[in-house]
């Protein structure tokens, strides 16, 4: 007898790209989510940013320098890359693609000419587009965190004006008014999209019931 299934058998991990503007609650969001699916990898993106107060290194993102970021971006080493507000940002290909290999979903947060290259290499990622509830609020969101002097708080602001439209090219978009509604939603999206028919091993299931009825 062949043992009891626990879950579908993965051809391939599914990469998870969450984009929103700054401000939107990205972090906060995608910490809930992390903690609540498991089996979930998060993609540590590279940045040219300097680190902010409690960032480490490794962690929240490899600081690099300038000229760090481009010899390796030079030697290939990164799935995509964006300058944004000034800094470069860009996402490690080695582990994204080791991960998905072995059948790991990758999560990554990334900005929107990131997410645009990452789906012209792999079509089937999955976009989710976070959306805050107001400029108001995206506004005050900022000004709470008091990361950024007020000059590049402003710029961040427009940035979000400008990057809003984006979400016309995402699969998926979930409101950011209430954090655990949100992360919920997410939640929801990365579960059903691990059942999808495509990315499961469904010849080996059907393989395996067909091997177990030979004797029936
Ligand atoms: P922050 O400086 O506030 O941490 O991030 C600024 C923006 O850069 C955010 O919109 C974030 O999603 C984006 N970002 C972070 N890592 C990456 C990355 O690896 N690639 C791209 N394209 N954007 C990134």
């Given at each position: 007898m062949l043992k009891q299934l626990r879950e579908v058998p993965r051809i391939r991990g599914n990469l998870i790209v969450i984009s929103g503007p700054s401000g939107s609650g990205k972090d906060s969001v995608l910490a809930v989510v992390r903690g609540e699916v498991p089996d979930l990898e998060y993609s540590v993106s590279a940045t040219t940013r300097p680190p902010r107060e409690g960032e480490v290194d490794g962690v929240h993102y490899f600081f690099l320098t300038r000229e760090e970021f481009l010899a390796r971006k030079e030697a290939g080493e990164f799935l995509e890359t964006a300058e944004f507000c000034g800094n470069i940002y860009g996402t490690p290909r080695s582990f994204v693609e080791g991960k998905l290999d072995l059948g790991e979903d990758v999560i990554m947060d990334i900005e929107i000419r990131g997410a645009d290259q990452v789906r012209s290499v792999m079509p089937d990622a999955v976009a989710i587009f976070l959306m805050p509830p107001s400029l108001a609020e995206l506004e005050a969101r900022l000004g709470k965190r008091g990361a950024d002097s007020p000059e590049a708080t402003r710029g961040r602001l427009r940035k979000a004006v400008e990057e809003?439209?984006?979400?016309?090219?995402?699969d998926y978009v979930v409101l950011n008014y209430d954090l655990e509604q949100a992360a919920e939603e997410i939640r929801s999206i990365i579960v059903a999209e691990r059942a999808r028919v495509g990315k499961c091993d469904c010849d080996r299931l059907v393989r395996g019931f067909q091997m177990e009825s030979r004797n029936l």
């Open positions: 809003i439209p984006a979400v016309l090219r995402y």
